[in-house]
């Protein structure tokens, strides 16, 4: 009798931390999803996802320490998962490098099956052009996310948003001419190792 209270107010402990969490960090993390997934279901089923994982941390009695660092974390993945398995099914125009050779940008980046310390590395690169696309002003950032990490070509961007695919060019061209420069330092470290 006695471990079936103890485990009722543990659980009644656990849904009121839950709760609390949910509260606290639900509109900063929907914005921060928002930010970088165009599609408002799609960012709202990452939303969901991402508390569901809070959820199952705390039932497996998995101690979730800095849970505000954590559920961004957990986020930041179900967006790649969500763009790796799109991948497949809307190929994309690669990126051209200085020597004029194609490559698709995300093959730069370690590979999260490499080992502790290129996960590591991964992460750290993956907060840097976070940082980097932030820093963009909101137009050029929404079509250089759309293009590059959902995959939408021009014309699909300028059919949803009425604007011609001149200006959306434009505006992909002037962010990644800052990213080059904000990221050339993260680069060149990251190509002598």
């Known amino acids: 009798m006695d471990d079936a209270l103890s485990i009722g107010i543990m659980t009644d402990d656990q849904n009121h931390r839950i709760a609390e969490t949910v509260e606290r960090e639900q509109s900063r993390l929907r914005n921060f999803i928002r930010k970088r997934v165009v599609d408002e279901s799609e960012a709202e089923d990452i939303l969901q996802e991402v508390f569901y994982e809070l959820v199952q941390a705390y039932r497996l009695m998995k101690p ?17 998962d969500r763009f790796r398995k799109r ?24 590979s999260p099956d490499a080992g502790p310390e290129a996960t ?50 434009s505006r992909k061209h002037y962010a ?10 993260i680069y060149e470290e990251f190509k002598k190792t």
């Open 120 to 169: 590591f590395v991964r992460e750290l690169l993956l907060d840097e052009i976070e940082s980097a696309l932030d820093e963009l002003p909101d137009d050029q950032r929404e079509v250089f996310v759309a293009h590059e990490i959902e995959g939408l070509s021009f014309n699909e961007m300028a059919a949803s948003t009425g604007l011609s695919v001149n200006t959306l060019l």
């Open 176 to 185: 990644v001419l800052y990213l080059r420069r904000r990221l050339r330092a």
């Open 87 to 110: 991948k497949p099914e809307a190929p994309r125009t690669p990126s051209v490098d200085e020597e004029g050779e194609f490559f698709p940008w995300e093959d730069l980046l370690p």
């Open 64 to 80: 979730v320490e800095q849970v505000g660092a954590w559920l961004y974390r957990v986020a930041r993945n179900r967006i790649i």
